[in-house]
């Protein structure tokens, strides 16, 4: 059984950085994408940030584009999403999820909590 795993979440304050994690494990293979995706309080979860496994190419969305980075180790089935100059807008429940086959996002982590303080 496929299980995500994320870590690297806690209290920063604005323009602070933070490397969140997501261990990926009992896959049979290697998902097409990975994503991130968040969710604030009383908002809908949104997509953040997607690589795909076999050529590292990668995707933003834009309130992210410059301050977030994506990126994988094949070895340690983990991906991660570096966040730089964190704000307070950035608040939020992160997510990591598979993408096995190019269509829906089909596995997903417990989710990891970034707050930011002013």
């Known amino acids: 059984q496929v299980q995500l795993v994320e870590s690297g979440g806690g209290l920063v304050q604005a323009g602070g950085s933070l490397r969140l994690s997501c261990a990926a494990s009992g896959l049979t293979f290697r998902p097409y994408v990975m994503g991130w995706f968040r969710q604030a309080p009383g908002k809908e979860r949104e997509f953040v940030a997607s690589?795909?496994?076999?050529?590292?190419?990668?995707n933003y969305a834009d309130s992210v584009k410059g301050r977030f980075t994506i990126s994988r180790d094949n070895a340690k089935n983990t991906v991660y999403l570096q966040i730089n100059s964190l704000k307070f807008e950035d608040t939020a429940v992160y997510y990591c999820a598979t993408n096995s086959y190019g269509q829906a996002y089909d596995y997903w982590g417990q989710g990891t909590q970034v707050t930011v303080s002013s």
């Open positions: 690589i795909k496994w076999s050529g590292g190419s990668t």
